[in-house]
């Protein structure tokens, strides 16, 4: 049998920008499902919150059937009981886990929470804090009660909403504290920053924005700042992204903002000429780390087509578009739920959308930019229907590179389940009017990036031969299903005029097929990406009047 050998990493960069990349399928791959056992503690029984990060690790956050209703919840790292309710906490002193809130990590697997706190050593008016995890446990970044940096009066924090984290160790938090110069009211908004060292102990703070202070360019002071899940945003560049409203007139009151800069404010204009902001009160809205921005919105006018999505100032999505699925274009949307929109490095959204289908058990589903991930009364999972797709608040969470997306499915019999959705690597064999005698195929299975991919040649002519193996970011540009016929040699299928096109040396051929192993680099800019190979059998002793063999081309396309 033919060895497998290694060879240099695929040449692929500068072939990127030439190639194009193609409408890709995607693997639904279940997690954890409701029945599993968590050794110590129970069988999982409703799954309650979800994360994931560019390592691709899922964090899920799940109840149980334990018996103790103070420890029947579970935080689960890729399916390991990671934290549980009435775990003690570091500090503050005599203090457990009583419940969690959401799960925010960065590509480090560094993570931010807002627990809840039970235990003799907390009270009513400090059980609740803010931890981090930076591998070696759980660490207090503050705590309700504590003086909150930067407002007068000795303000401390009465609670806490939201907190995120991003890759630089800036935690953002938002709550509610009392500062009695602000002047709002005798409960006030506000986000601060706290800056970490790799011990997560803090270094220094920043106020990002209160009530009490208006925005850039607005006259009315904030009254109250948006505080859901998915309301806020913070990207490694340390913009925040945030919604709220002024003190003004309640006609004009909701704004918008990217570090305080206004993106949208009610009553203003619109991507949608002639309708203006009727409100923007509960937005959903992300932040990616370039910049990029997405956000919701309810316009003036026409009811059944109100519900904006806008990306960087540009209509994304609207109530009344039509599906824009092969076979359901005849159907329009009706809603985009209660779900996050998420928008990841490369642009991409992943939202949730229903649509008028008379059918509604077949009328929503989950979708990443055009493509439909995941639609109910459709979708299998082990070879059961998904009933319900969560186009909820924490119904599903993409990666920043847009590489690994989880979701929360409700399968028929009410059986929770937490899958994992990846891109499909996917091999074709290229058409052709002349078969050629040489067999070239991927045997490794679907090629994904940082990953190798096997390549073997066979079925050569020549007893021994020399192996080549081609690769293009092209097939033959002659416009019709033949490639290039070189008569004795074959019909080439690749672009082979192609300036990019590059050589790769396999090993020799002696009767067994020869494989080559080639690392793909870990990019995620090739996700979805097409690259064209053939394969060229050269007579190792020169006898055969005709010593060139092509085999078949394939059309590689990476997933993630």
């Known amino acids: 049998m033919q060895r497998q050998l290694r060879f240099a990493a695929l040449p692929i960069s500068s072939l990127l920008f030439a190639s194009p990349a193609l409408a890709q399928s995607f693997d639904v791959t279940q997690l954890s499902i409701k029945g599993d056992d968590i050794p110590g503690v129970g069988l999982l029984t409703r799954l ?28 689960l790292r890729d399916g390991v009981l990671y934290l549980r309710e009435g775990d003690a906490v570091p500090s503050p002193a005599n203090a457990v886990i009583d419940s969690f809130d959401s799960i925010q990590a960065n590509d480090a697997g560094d993570l931010s929470f807002n627990l809840f706190l039970g235990g003799t050593g907390v009270g009513t008016g400090t059980d609740s804090g803010i931890y981090v995890d930076f591998g070696a446990g759980l660490v207090l970044v503050t705590q309700e009660g504590d003086l909150v940096p930067g407002f007068a009066g000795g303000a401390t924090w009465q609670g806490f909403f ?34 970490l060292d790799a011990a997560g102990a803090v270094t220094s703070t920043t106020v990002v924005y209160s009530e009490g202070v208006p925005y850039i360019g607005g006259i009315d002071p904030i009254e109250t700042l948006e505080s859901g899940a998915h309301e806020l945003a913070f990207n490694d560049a340390g913009q925040v992204l945030f919604a709220g409203n002024t003190t003004g007139d309640a006609n004009f009151d909701d704004f918008i903002a990217i570090d305080g800069v206004p993106i949208a404010v009610e009553g ?26 997405i956000y919701s919105g309810t316009l003036d006018g026409d009811t059944a087509t109100d519900l904006l999505i806008v990306v960087d100032g540009a209509k994304f999505r609207q109530e009344g578009d039509a599906v824009p699925v092969v076979g359901l274009e005849a159907f329009s949307f009706t809603t985009f739920g209660s779900g996050p929109l ?55 969470a993409m990666s920043d590179d847009g590489q690994s997306i989880l979701a929360e499915l409700i399968l028929v019999g009410n059986i929770d389940v937490l899958v994992e959705i990846t891109r499909s690597g996917e091999v074709t064999v290229l058409s052709s009017c002349v078969a050629n005698d040489g067999l070239l195929s991927v045997v490794s299975g679907g ?10 040649m066979d079925q050569s002519p020549y007893p021994v031969a020399l192996c080549s193996l081609y690769l293009s970011p092209g097939i033959w540009p002659g ?32 009767g067994a097929p020869s494989v080559g192993s080639f690392p793909v680099p870990a990019n995620p800019v090739l996700v979805g990406v097409t690259l064209f190979f053939q394969g060229l059998f050269v007579d190792a002793a020169l006898t055969d009047p005709e010593p060139l063999r092509l085999t078949n081309g394939l059309a590689v396309t990476f997933g993630s």
């Open 479 to 510: 416009g019709g299903p033949c490639g290039l016929l070189f008569p004795g040699v074959g019909e080439v299928s690749i672009d082979i005029i192609s300036p990019a096109l590059t050589n790769l040396a396999m090993p020799l051929y002696a």
């Open 48 to 75: 309650d919150n979800l994360e994931t990060n560019n390592a691709k690790v899922a964090w899920s956050e799940w109840d149980t059937d334990n018996a103790d209703t103070d420890a029947d919840q579970v935080v």
């Open 162 to 195: 939201e907190t995120r984290i991003n890759n630089a160790r800036q935690v953002l938090v938002i709550g509610t504290l009392d500062d009695p110069t602000i002047g709002t009211g005798t409960i006030d908004d506000a986000m601060v920053r706290y800056d």
């Open 268 to 293: 203003g204009g619109t991507p949608i000429a002639g309708r203006s902001w009727s409100s923007l009160a509960s937005p959903e809205v992300d932040l990616n780390n370039s910049g990029s921005y």
């Open 447 to 456: 090629p994904k990036i940082g990953q190798n991919i096997d390549f073997a």
């Open 342 to 396: 998420l928008l990841n490095d490369m642009g991409e959204v992943l939202w949730y959308g229903d649509w008028d289908d008379a059918d509604t058990n077949i009328d929503s589903g989950l979708f990443l930019d055009d493509e439909l991930l995941v639609q109910e009364g459709v979708t299998t999972i082990g070879g059961i229907i998904v009933d319900t797709v969560r186009g909820v608040q924490d119904g599903y």
